[in-house]
């Protein structure tokens, strides 16, 4: 990148430069991994599908924690990726940086409530 | 330089730069193309249905009635339908991502590997969206 690519020349994108995203990308997508592995698990080997087996895993205060962790994981996790789509596909600035913020109010919402879905059990 | 060599017509060449949309269909996009593409795809689409998810997961935990209205709900054909999407979207960016974990370990990283591993992806992801879907629609 060319040295008088900085101040008001320097590019918009959005973006850290850094190693940072992609990292986290990384944790998270391990950690939905392991707490997969935890639901189908526990659905597998729980008895037929009822209200009671399925409402009980979930009103564990370590289950609420995990899927809580592994939610916020989530929304990270697609935070990383929609700015990428965003950067990629969407040129004007403008246009981009509502989507971002779109895509931020969106997971912000979902985040409040998958806690309040979590804690109503 | 000889008359021959310099009257050669030169040949236009093609000049390679970033691909537009209407552009697509001249390319044919290698496997691993196809896995990195639906690898998006599959991510926007479960982005996009997130609300859907949370509002199934809202409805099968807040009470035993609000469980059988989940049950209600999600037994219609439509439903069904968004369920499957969510599933194969659910089982291709899990699959693929597994294969990004891998890759980051530098391990696979030649063509014919690559293309090998996203081939992998691609059937093993297509049959569990076909066995959760004959399950949905209840063949067994």
Not at chain 2, 64 to 73: L, P, T
């Amino acid at each position: 990148m060319a040295k008088n690519n900085i101040g008001p020349k320097r590019l918009v994108v959005g973006a850290g430069y850094g190693v940072r995203d992609w990292l986290a990308q990384r944790v998270t997508a391990v950690l939905m991994v392991v707490y997969t592995a935890v639901l189908l698990i526990s659905f597998l080997t729980g008895s037929n599908f009822s209200y009671e087996g399925w409402a009980g895993l979930f009103a564990q205060q370590w289950f609420k924690l995990f899927s809580a962790v592994t939610l916020f994981g989530l929304f990270y996790h697609a935070w990383v990726g929609m700015r990428d789509i965003w950067m990629d596909y969407v040129k004007p600035v403008g246009i981009r940086l509502a989507l971002q913020i779109i895509t931020i109010g969106w997971l912000i919402g979902c985040a409040v409530w998958s806690v309040q879905i979590l804690w109503s059990v | 330089m000889s008359e021959a060599v310099r009257e050669a017509p030169k040949k236009e060449r093609p000049q390679f730069t970033n691909i537009h949309v209407t552009q697509l269909s001249n390319y044919r996009l290698p496997l691993a193309g196809v896995v990195s593409i639906l690898h998006r795809i599959s991510g926007f689409l479960m982005f996009a249905l997130l609300p859907v998810v949370l509002y199934l997961l809202e409805k099968s935990l807040l009470s035993e009635i609000s469980f059988e209205h989940f049950k209600g709900i999600a037994s219609h054909w439509f439903m069904k339908l968004v369920i499957l999407a969510l599933v194969w979207g659910y089982m291709q960016h899990f699959c693929a991502g597994v294969r990004h974990l891998i890759m980051d370990t530098h391990v696979g990283l030649d063509k014919d590997s690559a293309r090998k591993s996203a081939a992998t992806v691609l059937v093993i992801s297509l049959a569990l969206t076909a066995l959760v879907a004959l399950k949905l629609f209840g063949v067994f």
